[in-house]
């Protein structure tokens, strides 16, 4: 099974809405990062928080981090029809050889 | 360069071929991922270098795969007698060196094995 797996598989908001995502693993992490992939293209780094950090925020992105629960959510504020695409979590685990594993995304829709 | 480029973007081959990908990191990136994702789904780690060595190949799917690294910068990804299950979007991405933080991805090759 995959280390990272978000919830909800897809979200249909409208725009000016927040968007939450969730993200849960299975081992013990060095750091939790966030990706954006819009249709077709290459993923594009959101944010990254560490072990040791319970919350980030980044413009309209809000990450947060919960150790003991082994997971992450990221919230989108007053969504844009620009937000449209997919995010994936990914967790550099602990000696887990500097290899990044991502969960199987989340499908966002931002609607006008 | 100024980003991660990969080329082919798309590669079209017959079932049994051989295809390369290449995969061009950012200069003085040390750690050079590939990643395989399929229509809809998730990234699957394949294969990861730091420098020129693979200190991690456990996720090639089977021997047919292959990978190296020459100079500590391009990475050409090698997939012989090709498989129509083997039909995907191939990504690289690089990043400074170990536990650095970001992964910087190129655009992928999109495989399509008739």
């Known amino acids: 099974s995959q280390q990272g797996e978000e919830d909800p598989q897809a979200l249909s908001i409208q725009e000016g809405e927040n968007a939450t995502m969730n993200c849960s693993y299975k081992?013990?992490?060095?750091?939790l990062q966030w990706y954006r992939q819009n249709s077709g293209r290459g993923l594009v780094h959101l944010i990254l928080?560490?072990?040791?950090?319970r919350e980030k925020h980044s413009g309209r992105l809000r990450v947060t981090l919960d150790t003991s629960k082994k997971s992450s959510s990221l919230l989108i504020t007053a969504s844009r029809a620009a937000d449209t695409a997919s995010y994936f979590c990914?967790?550099?685990?602990?000696?887990?050889?500097?290899?990044?594993?991502f969960g199987t995304g989340t499908q966002l829709k931002v609607e006008l | 360069g100024a980003g991660v480029s990969q080329s082919p973007s798309n590669k079209v081959t017959e079932k049994g071929k051989d295809v390369e990908l290449r995969c061009d990191p950012i200069?003085?990136?040390?750690?050079l991922y590939w990643y395989r994702q399929s229509l809809g789904q998730g990234l699957e780690f394949l294969i990861y270098?730091?420098?020129?060595?693979?200190?991690?190949k456990s996720g090639l799917p089977s021997d047919r795969f292959s990978a190296e690294r020459t100079g500590g910068s391009v990475s050409t990804l090698t997939i012989q007698r090709t498989q129509q299950e083997d039909s995907a979007v191939y990504l690289c991405?690089?990043?400074?060196?170990?536990?650095?933080?970001?992964?910087?991805f190129g655009e992928g090759s999109r495989l399509t094995v008739l």
């Open positions: 991405a690089s990043r400074q060196g170990p536990n650095t933080g970001e992964l910087f």
């Open positions: 081992t013990s992490i060095n750091n």
């Open positions: 928080i560490r072990s040791n950090e």
């Open positions: 990914a967790t550099d685990l602990t000696g887990g050889g500097n290899k990044l594993t």
């Open positions: 200069s003085g990136h040390t750690a």
């Open positions: 270098f730091q420098g020129n060595s693979a200190p991690d």
